[in-house]
């Protein structure tokens, strides 16, 4: 569709746009004129600058018409709309999704969601009552849903890459690994060959999950390299400058 022509009477109406923006706005806020950007025929809008501290590259934008054959502009819309590089508010986030890791307190519960990418059912019931026991009974607490290995993928790339992995300062500077460490504590199943729990109370990580190759200088099985004692021996040494008073 081709874009609409100027309109000469619409053109002409810039101090008309600006006294409708000047009704508006604070006083003082109301800048140099932009331009003015056709819409639809016998429809334009004139934009103004906005000079308010508190709205960096945000415009005023008034709309003005004329009925066909008119002579005269009539202002139909004022607005204060965002230019290019304008100070804008963050995208909304809607309250469901708002929570952060670690944003959960004491009596926080954070909403059901039933479609889970990282998690997948316990165990599928067979309607035999017994065979479905013995599932329960086999998945310890007969949770309905259990970690996906989606979920259990990306768990692992989290801790791996956090502050209980390989690369975390107090890993790159410890003498041994964890996987070597008597207070290192195997974990089960799928992740078994690259996590484990720290026992160690003297350890920074004591009671969280650490990879095999993480490590700090609680090792059990290092010891702080002893220094030989400096001997004093040679000739007592006299200072003459000082005295005590008796």
Avoid at 9 to 33: F, Q
Avoid at 184 to 199: N, Y
Avoid at 218 to 225: G, K, L, P, T
């Amino acid at each position: 569709m081709p874009a609409p022509k100027d309109d000469a009477v619409l053109k002409a109406s810039v101090d008309l746009a600006r006294e409708a923006a000047e009704s508006i706005a604070e006083p003082g806020t109301v800048g140099d004129h932009l331009g003015m950007e056709m819409v639809e025929e016998r429809l334009a809008t004139h934009y103004f600058a906005c000079t308010a501290a508190a709205y960096p590259g945000w415009r005023w934008a008034i709309t003005v018409a004329r009925v066909p054959r008119g002579k005269v502009a009539t202002v139909c819309e004022t607005n204060l709309v965002p230019g290019e590089g304008a100070l804008l508010s963050p995208e909304w986030v809607p309250y469901a999704e708002r929570l952060a890791p670690g944003d959960v307190g004491p009596g926080d519960v954070l909403p059901y969601k039933e479609e889970d990418a990282n998690l997948e059912p316990g165990f599928e019931a067979t309607g035999d009552e017994d065979v479905d026991q013995v599932a329960l009974w086999e998945l310890g607490l007969g949770r309905p849903r259990v970690l996906s290995a989606e979920g259990r993928e990306a768990a692992a790339q989290r801790w791996y890459d956090g502050d209980n992995g390989p690369h975390a300062e107090v890993a790159e500077k410890a003498p041994a690994p964890c996987s070597s460490c008597g207070y290192f504590l195997p974990m089960a199943g799928a992740l078994r060959s690259f996590f484990g729990v720290c026992a160690n109370a003297w350890s920074p990580s004591d009671g969280r999950v650490v990879s095999l190759d993480h490590g700090c200088g609680a090792h059990s099985e290092i010891d702080v390299e002893q220094q030989s004692p400096v001997s004093g021996g040679g000739e007592p040494l006299v200072d003459e400058e000082a005295f005590d008073l008796v």
